[in-house]
């Protein structure tokens, strides 16, 4: 069963016109009408269509709505995915770790990046009937990366285009002058248009207390480069910088250590190394100091040691360190 997060719930509600009743829908779909959110609670994908689609018609401004709701996101609101989401260091690794990390916030809806001649489509995959829910909530999606994606990057953002794949619903200067761009209907697809240079911009970084953690731990781990074994903790060092999006490849660490792949291998090879295991090594340090040195929740330590979902953070964890990451951080604490 396709499942979406119920913070889309209480963000529709929330831009729901003064006056309109809301009560009765969001108890409709299990939910308390006053919180608390959990980005992490789920509710039916069906469900939450027609709840949407509800609520569009009994607003007086039902056709703003979606774009309404885009508009107000906001990246914090989205837990460790919205964590993942601003640290990244420019907004092309925002969106490819909208593609890793996008099933937090639920099964139903996947993101995707295609290149092409004009620009880079940042796509928006939905499971579902093409219902007016479904439209609704497609529009609200591709708004709130819009909103988001304005919210984190340095530099002023305006998609290229902005692309859907159902038919219009009222004025089409109403979306131009929301988006900032030409929105196209009946296009075969649902997404944005981004230029290289918007997905080239830097990330403002605005969570300064990760910031700060990682300039320790980098520098910590700069401080013990020129030992004997400077090639391995180079490699770590490498990979813990971009663990965050995902475990690097040893064609990209190579690259960004100055060699070719094969060097690098038949280096650490040479040593009686992999690049496998400097991997896990790197994600394993990491691990236990973000536990000891921070209050990140664990799922906010899984996506920033590299893992899609935290029960696979765990099992690593079990694995490296003989006990939960959980128990890990009780034990430390209690010393």
């Not at 964590?83 to 925002?94: F, Q, T």
């Not at 004997?228 to 971009?242: D, G, I, M, T």
């Not at 100091?289 to 921070?294: C, K, S």
């Not at 979902?309 to 360190?321: D, M, P, V």
Request: net charge negative; glycine share 8%.
């Amino acid at each position: 069963m396709s499942q979406i997060t119920s913070l889309y719930v209480y963000k529709v509600v929330g831009q729901a016109s003064d006056g309109v009743e809301t009560r009765d829908l969001v108890e409709g779909l299990g939910l308390a009408p006053d919180g608390p959110i959990d980005p992490t609670q789920m509710v039916s994908s069906t469900d939450y269509y027609e709840f949407f689609a509800a609520l569009a018609e009994r607003d007086p401004n039902g056709f703003q709505l979606p774009l309404r709701i885009g508009g107000a996101m906001r990246s914090d609101e989205f837990g460790a995915f919205g964590l993942a989401w601003k640290s990244a260091p420019d907004l092309h690794g925002s969106y490819v770790r909208s593609e890793r990390y996008g099933r937090v916030l639920g099964n139903a809806e996947t993101y995707s990046l295609e290149q092409s001649a004009e620009g880079v489509f940042f796509s928006l995959q939905k499971a579902g009937d093409g219902n007016l829910g479904m439209l609704l909530s497609n529009e609200a999606s591709l708004s709130a990366v819009v909103a988001i994606s304005q919210e984190v990057s340095t530099a002023p953002f305006i998609p290229q285009a902005v692309f859907f794949k159902h038919s219009l619903r009222g004025d089409p200067a109403e979306y131009a002058a929301h988006f900032g761009c030409p929105v196209h209907f009946e296009s075969g697809r649902d997404a944005l248009l981004v230029s290289e240079e918007s997905l080239a911009a830097p990330n403002k970084l605005g969570d300064e207390t990760i910031a700060k953690f990682f300039d320790h731990h980098l520098e910590q781990e700069l401080a013990s480069l020129a030992d004997v074994n400077s090639l391995e903790k180079r490699v770590r060092l490498a990979v813990a910088q971009l663990l965050s999006e995902g475990v690097p490849t040893l064609s990209l660490i190579a690259s960004k250590l100055g060699m070719s792949a094969r060097t690098l291998q038949r280096r650490l090879s040479d040593r009686g190394q992999s690049f496998q295991n400097l991997v896990d090594l790197a994600r394993q340090e990491l691990a236990q100091q973000l536990l000891r040195d921070t209050d990140y929740s664990l799922a906010e330590i899984a996506f920033l040691t590299g893992f899609a979902e935290q029960s696979g953070f765990t099992r690593a964890f079990k694995r490296w360190a003989g006990q939960t990451p959980r128990s890990y951080r009780l034990g430390v604490a209690a010393n």
